[in-house]
């Protein structure tokens, strides 16, 4: 997909910015520009790079709203940053003040690695969103993109607004993080775990001005498409097979140490050891896919497991009709990153799936233990292996829990319940409404 120009008269637009666009993994970002598109909202997409990734999701192509990139896919870095300087100089020759009070801004407050690059990705954005008429810039994440964003709010008086998801907030500055809070119009979070932790980081800020601004921190859930994330039969799941077999298994994410993937083999070790029979398919790519190749096969269960790699969404959704259960063993890293409600949680909730899952960040919000799945302790290899096994040997307690958990995604968590109020926020940005806070859970 490449950069294209600006239509002659967009009308009054919304910038859409996230970091690469588009992703196989970020599911829930291009699930989000399709229903924002359908609930009306006038779009205009930005990414700061194009990922170059071989495999697209087929759903990229229902996406209407041209794609633009700072960085031009096939530029050299040289022709950007003269690009982005070409664009600066604009905006200082017709606002001089404002951009010098940037500048200042940056010196005083805003002095790390990245923020000389953010400001000069801000320019060609502030001077075509100028451009296209736009009164709003939402971003989609609360590192980079919020960072850019805020440049251009700073630069142009665009107002802005930013999601917070998992590693963009528990791995940002805090200073940073509340600065661009007081900023923006509102901040979206997709669990009311991080609803909080972005509340505590604002209000442990030194300066009272900006500890003012929690109010503008909501609640907005992601969602799941529920017609496509649907029971399936007739796919070979355990249900046609009266005579029993193999618990067949599933785990969905990014070979990555947030989602726990040792403690999922460890757990299958041990059920081996006590005589339960299991076909296990792990779909994901990332650093670990590796090393933990090497664990599976150390701890003798790697004939047990299949890594498939990344996969498209419908061929995910073949998977969880393939499986009985699925395992979503998430941990916080020593470093702080952790998952919000992982996505593949909910679809496979709403594919009508038995889930284990950990109480790690939003997941407990949305899967309460014993009713629409079974919740375990993060980092506690013995308590998957025992929820497994208790799947495993139950299979009315497998279908009871599936059938709940279908239930609870369809009444709550179905893809336009969840995009109206963000849509709503978005066709009222740039008009001064602030929305108050609302920490509550899904249930």
Not at 337 to 346: F, K, T
Not at 347 to 369: C, H, Q, R
């Amino acid at each position: 997909m490449s950069a294209v120009e600006l239509a002659e008269d967009p009308g009054p637009v919304v910038g859409y910015l996230t970091k690469r666009f588009p992703r196989l993994s970020e599911t829930f970002i291009l699930d989000e520009i399709i229903g924002l598109e359908a609930a009306g909202v006038p779009l205009q997409l930005w990414a700061i790079a194009d990922p170059g990734e071989a495999v697209a999701q087929p759903r990229v192509a229902r996406v209407q709203s041209p794609v633009h990139y700072l960085h031009r896919p096939g530029r050299s870095a040289l022709s950007d940053y003269l690009r982005f300087a070409r664009c600066h100089a604009r905006l200082l020759a017709r606002r001089p003040r404002r951009w010098l009070g940037v500048v200042g801004h940056i010196a005083v407050a805003r002095r790390h690695r990245s923020t000389l690059k953010h400001f000069l990705e801000a320019g060609p954005l502030a001077v075509e969103l100028e451009a296209a008429g736009a009164r709003h810039l939402h971003a989609a994440f609360a590192h980079g993109p919020a960072s850019v964003a805020h440049f251009v709010h700073l630069l142009t008086g665009i107002s802005f607004s930013f999601a917070a998801h998992a590693k963009d907030l528990y791995r940002s500055s805090p200073d940073i993080l509340a600065r661009k809070v007081a900023a923006s119009s509102f901040v979206l979070v997709c669990s009311a775990s991080a609803a909080a932790e972005m509340v505590r980081v604002v209000r442990s800020h030194r300066d009272p001005a900006i500890t003012s601004h929690t109010h503008k921190v909501v609640l907005a859930l992601h969602g799941v498409d529920t017609e496509q994330f649907a029971p399936r039969r007739g796919s070979g799941s355990r249900e046609e097979e009266p005579g029993g077999g193999p618990l067949r298994v599933l785990a969905v994410g990014r070979l990555v140490p947030k989602k726990g993937y040792p403690d999922f083999l460890a757990a299958l070790a041990r059920l081996r050891d006590r005589g339960v029979e299991l076909e296990c398919r792990v779909v994901g790519g990332g650093e670990q896919r590796s090393e933990l190749r090497q664990l599976a096969q150390r701890l003798g269960v790697d004939d047990r497991v299949f890594f498939a790699g990344a996969l498209r969404q419908h061929e995910v959704a073949e998977c969880f009709g393939w499986a009985d259960a699925f395992v979503q063993a998430s941990v916080v890293t020593p470093d702080g990153d952790r998952d919000g409600i992982p996505n593949a949680l909910l679809e496979a909730m709403s594919s009508g799936l038995a889930v284990v899952a950990t109480s790690v960040a939003g997941i407990p919000e949305v899967l309460a233990t014993g009713v629409t799945g079974l919740v375990v302790p993060p980092g506690d290899p013995e308590a998957l292996a025992a929820a497994l096994e208790s799947l495993a040997r139950d299979p009315a307690l497998r279908s009871a829990l599936g059938a709940s958990a279908r239930r609870h995604c369809v009444a709550h968590l179905s893809r336009p319940v969840c995009i109206a109020p963000v849509a709503g926020l978005l066709r009222s940005a740039g008009v001064g409404e602030r929305p108050a806070l609302e920490l509550v859970t899904a249930r």
